[in-house]
């Protein structure tokens, strides 16, 4: 990881949010995060992370080479530690063992690295978190000194516990894996923002720009994506939309919008006009 995280290509802040993201004791001036997988190539994987203005990319251990296969092309060739955070994430695990396994396996990929993103599937259909078993390998990593940013359900109550646990961020889904489908419980994900006590990120479900930025409207502390970005018809475009919509969403958050109410009411008012 690298020792600056404002290192390289990502520093120019060009709008970013003012106030950083702290995630481990760490400053990040983008909250926008950014998946590395589904790209054409390892070149486009690089646009795309640049126009995204990213900071933290992950890297899905199990399907990503960055070092553990000495003859494929390696991304930290594009995408290199002293320039971004390289997040590696148990994406393709479905028990609590194989996920520690590929945490240990990082770890020492990446020269003693604590900070992961730990994810346990359910199923190989709706790709949900199995959460006994997310919680299980999240005790077990945060027993062995690793800095556990945690992918989960929508569930408010399921978020505190692994907040209290002492995972250093919470990534309630939005929807379904690479679905699309935007943020479909904006209640639940309220909430959660409501009670936290570590950084909230929603992550999985976001389809576009309007996605993200709804996300940072509710008051969620950053997003992570992949395959809004990697499968759209224009990436690098899409990366850049998507950058807007963090920072777009991020200010009408702080600036508070408006009561919604069922009748009009006048930009102009009509009381004092001049009879």
Same mark, same amino acid.
């Given at each position: 990881?690298?020792?600056?995280?404002?290192?390289?290509?990502?520093?120019?802040?060009?709008?970013?949010?003012?106030?950083?993201?702290?995630?481990?004791?760490?400053?990040?001036?983008?909250?926008? *995060?950014?998946?590395?997988?589904?790209?054409?190539? *390892?070149?486009?994987?690089?646009?795309?992370?640049?126009?995204?203005?990213?900071?933290?990319?992950?890297?899905?251990?199990?399907?990503?080479?960055?070092?553990?296969?000495?003859?494929?092309?390696?991304?930290?060739?594009?995408?290199?530690?002293?320039?971004?955070?390289?997040?590696?994430?148990?994406?393709?695990?479905?028990?609590?063992?194989?996920?520690?396994?590929?945490?240990?396996?990082?770890?020492? *990929?990446?020269?003693?690295?604590?900070?992961?993103?730990?994810?346990?599937?359910?199923?190989?259909?709706?790709?949900?978190?199995?959460?006994?078993?997310?919680?299980?390998?999240?005790?077990?990593?945060?027993?062995?000194?690793?800095?556990?940013?945690?992918?989960?359900?929508?569930?408010?109550?399921?978020?505190?516990?692994?907040?209290?646990?002492?995972?250093?961020?919470?990534?309630?889904?939005?929807?379904?894996? /690479?679905? /699309?489908?935007?943020?479909?419980?904006?209640?639940?994900?309220?909430?959660?923002?409501?009670?936290?006590?570590?950084?909230?990120?929603?992550?999985?479900?976001?389809?576009?720009?309007?996605?993200?930025?709804?996300?940072?409207? *509710?008051?969620?502390?950053?997003?992570?994506?992949?395959?809004?970005?990697?499968?759209?018809?224009?990436?690098?475009?899409?990366?850049?939309?998507?950058?807007?919509?963090?920072?777009?969403?991020?200010?009408?958050?702080?600036?508070?919008?408006?009561?919604?109410?069922?009748?009009?009411?006048?930009?102009?008012?009509?009381?004092?006009?001049?009879?």
């Amino acid at each position: 990881m690298s020792s600056n995280p404002n290192n390289g290509a990502a520093t120019a802040s060009n709008g970013d949010c003012t106030d950083p993201l702290i995630i481990a004791g760490r400053s990040y001036h983008s909250r926008l *995060l950014t998946g590395t997988g589904k790209y054409r190539d *390892l070149a486009e994987t690089r646009a795309a992370t640049l126009a995204a203005g990213a900071q933290i990319v992950t890297v899905a251990i199990r399907r990503s080479n960055i070092g553990q296969t000495s003859n494929e092309p390696n991304l930290l060739d594009v995408l290199p530690a002293h320039e971004f955070t390289i997040l590696p994430n148990t994406a393709g695990c479905f028990t609590a063992e194989d996920a520690v396994r590929t945490c240990k396996l990082a770890r020492e *990929l990446l020269n003693g690295q604590q900070l992961v993103k730990l994810e346990v599937l359910g199923d190989q259909k709706t790709l949900f978190p199995d959460m006994p078993a997310t919680l299980k390998a999240a005790e077990m990593l945060i027993a062995d000194s690793f800095e556990v940013m945690v992918y989960c359900n929508d569930d408010p109550l399921m978020a505190r516990l692994l907040a209290q646990m002492g995972c250093v961020a919470v990534m309630p889904l939005a929807a379904p894996i /690479g679905s /699309g489908l935007g943020i479909q419980n904006r209640y639940n994900i309220m909430t959660i923002v409501e009670e936290a006590t570590v950084p909230i990120l929603v992550d999985a479900g976001v389809g576009t720009a309007s996605d993200a930025a709804i996300a940072m409207e *509710l008051g969620c502390d950053g997003v992570l994506m992949n395959t809004a970005i990697a499968s759209a018809r224009e990436p690098v475009k899409m990366a850049h939309a998507m950058r807007l919509a963090i920072q777009a969403g991020r200010l009408a958050s702080q600036a508070g919008r408006i009561p919604r109410q069922r009748f009009a009411s006048a930009s102009s008012p009509s009381a004092g006009l001049i009879d």
